[in-house]
């Protein structure tokens, strides 16, 4: 009884604050989220290059397993991305 | 605003206690993607030349060069010259699905298949059911049934669920690129700037990372069923 005189005093109820949670958390799953598959990625790259550089003429294969290796890499980021649509869309 | 984003046109049917829904939308654009792929294939048939003494006319260098190229980027990885062989029509067909399908999304009131998790499942639990058909008749019952208990019997349910792990992350993979371009896209255009950058941010999305995205599905696919059968 005193909880609810309480939020009619204030104005928020329990629902705003869910929605609220709801948004801060899928900004944090993304802003988190991304980090790692971005270094990843970064990394994968990087070392492709070097590769590229000491070995001009195996350019094609590298950038084959480089683009594979950037997509198992980015999966991480792709789960958070799915996290933040479920809790944007469906939760 | 984004309330049309999770809306789906969706045709329930009931029979008895038994229910079962359908998405409309991703139904009609994946017989899209089949009929533009069926009469694409029917139409380059007719350039192929009938001898073989004869010369090649443009058509047919043209397929000619573009089955070249999937076989050299898409099956080269394989174990086996005889796996490669057997699969390359299934791999080939699977990167021009998706291509296509993700390439549907440039064209006004069509829409990706693959923005629909359903349909990335079903393909990624496609390629499992292969891979693993392919690993029992490749190595036999008892080798395929002890490669789970390797190296140590008690790693059978990390083997297991790494084997379930597999098509879920192949499927999430795919989705979430697609319906994240598709969020983003829609986003930007409902609300931030309406004209031009929509257009350069869909030529991005759907065509360069859904060509990109086509590939690594496909090149999975060939890794995990090379898995399979070797390990």
Redesign the interface.
């Known amino acids: 009884m005193l909880q609810d005189t309480q939020n009619v005093v204030s104005g928020i109820s329990g629902a705003d604050i869910a929605t609220a949670a709801k948004y801060l958390a899928a900004g944090f799953v993304m802003a988190i989220g991304s980090i790692g598959s971005a270094i990843g990625e970064g990394l994968v790259a990087a070392h492709a290059l070097d590769g590229i550089a000491r070995q001009p003429e195996m350019e094609g294969a590298l950038m084959r397993t480089m683009v594979v290796g950037q997509a198992i890499t980015e999966s991480t980021g792709i789960y958070s991305l799915v996290v933040a649509i479920i809790l944007l869309l469906v939760v | 605003m984004l309330e049309h984003?999770?809306e789906k046109l969706i045709l329930h049917v009931t029979i008895g206690d038994f229910s079962l829904s359908f998405d409309l939308v991703t139904i009609i654009m994946s017989w899209v993607v089949i009929v533009l792929l069926v009469v694409l294939a029917l139409w380059l048939r007719r350039g192929l030349r009938q001898e073989i003494e004869e010369k090649p006319n443009r058509i047919q260098a043209m397929v000619d060069a573009l089955v070249d190229l999937l076989k050299g980027?898409l099956t080269s990885s394989f174990a086996s010259e005889k796996l490669a062989r057997e699969l390359f029509p299934f791999i080939s067909t699977l990167f021009l699905f998706v291509l296509f399908s993700n390439w549907l999304s440039v064209i006004p009131y069509c829409d990706s298949p693959t923005k629909d998790l359903n349909v990335t499942l079903s393909l990624a639990l496609l390629v499992f059911f292969v891979s693993h058909w392919f690993a029992f008749r490749m190595k036999g019952g008892r080798r395929y049934l002890k490669g789970f208990i390797e190296p140590y019997p008690f790693m059978l349910p990390l083997n297991i669920v790494g084997e379930i792990a597999k098509p879920v992350?192949h499927a999430?993979?795919l989705?979430?690129?697609i319906?994240?371009g598709a969020?983003l896209l829609a986003v930007v255009s409902a609300e931030l700037i309406p004209v031009v950058v929509p257009a350069a941010l869909n030529a991005f999305f759907g065509l360069f990372i859904g060509a990109?995205?086509a590939?690594?599905f496909a090149?999975?696919a060939v890794?995990y069923i090379n898995v399979a059968v070797e390990s």
């Open positions: 984003l999770g980027q992350s999430f993979r989705f979430g690129n319906f994240g969020i990109i995205q590939f690594v090149m999975l890794a």
